[in-house]
């Protein structure tokens, strides 16, 4: 028997591996909407089919959007910690009915993605040259 609502489905998918916060299921819903909307807007149609590397770049998008340097660290909360979860958690709302898929989507798709840190961590650290640019100016004690 198929369930009532997305959230009944996360309910069920939680209940069997809870590996995955509800809320990462619910992001990746939001994921999901977000690649559907952004394709409306440059393409004028309906999406009837996501893939998984456009899934997997509105992830990033909104995930960066949504949570910007503590991307990583709230991802990692919900227990997403690469691009293979996210397939995981995918695959799970397809076995529950809620997600649907084509013959060529599988948890295979998703494992070369993106770095994690790459995507939430790196592009906020100092740069080095922007560091050493700045010169010699510690403060020295005494002086």
Excluded at 25 to 53: I, M, N, Q, W
């Amino acid at each position: 028997m198929q369930p009532a609502t997305f959230e009944d489905a996360v309910e069920a998918v939680s209940a069997r591996d809870p590996r995955y916060h509800k809320d990462a299921y619910l992001f990746l819903r939001d994921a999901l909407e977000f690649s559907v909307k952004g394709r409306k807007k440059s393409e004028g149609e309906p999406a009837t089919h996501v893939s998984a590397a456009e899934l997997l770049d509105a992830f990033r998008t909104l995930a960066v959007k949504e949570y910007g340097p503590m991307s990583r660290t709230v991802l990692e909360y919900w227990g997403v910690r690469d691009c293979q979860d996210v397939g995981a958690m995918v695959f799970r709302l397809v076995e529950e009915g809620i997600f649907g898929k084509t013959e060529d989507d599988t948890p295979a798709a998703f494992e070369g993605g993106f770095d994690f840190f790459e995507a939430f961590e790196a592009p906020y650290l100092p740069d080095a040259k922007k560091m050493s640019d700045r010169g010699d100016r510690t403060v020295q004690r005494g002086t």
